[in-house]
């Protein structure tokens, strides 16, 4: 079995939010992710004309995953949806995929 890519994608109104949510992103939610069982992570601007941040998130195995989202996840989604739910107009979206080769 291949590692195990995790991968959410926000959409955020303006650059204020932007700036925040960056500022969330690297004074712990990645840490926290990492602390739960990542073995690296990312973040990335997107191209294009929406404001889009993109974490990729690595995971040795699938089991690695399924701990995380069992153990760790439930609290830093319940932090991020506090900071930055609906009424923020941030939307995400989220991909779960195995590595099937490296090139």
Known sequence: MGCIHYSVIAEL??????????????????????DGGAISA?????????????????FSDR????????????????????RFGAASGVRFERSVGEEISEG
């Open 63 to 82: 089991a690695a995953f399924d701990q995380y989202e069992r153990e760790f996840a439930p609290a830093l989604r319940a932090d991020g949806l506090e």
């Open 42 to 58: 990312k973040i990335l601007l997107l191209d294009g004309p929406e404001i889009r941040i993109q974490t990729s998130y690595r």
């Open 13 to 34: 109104p303006d650059v204020p939010t932007r700036d925040r949510y960056l500022r969330w992103l690297r004074q712990g939610h990645l840490q926290g992710v990492l």
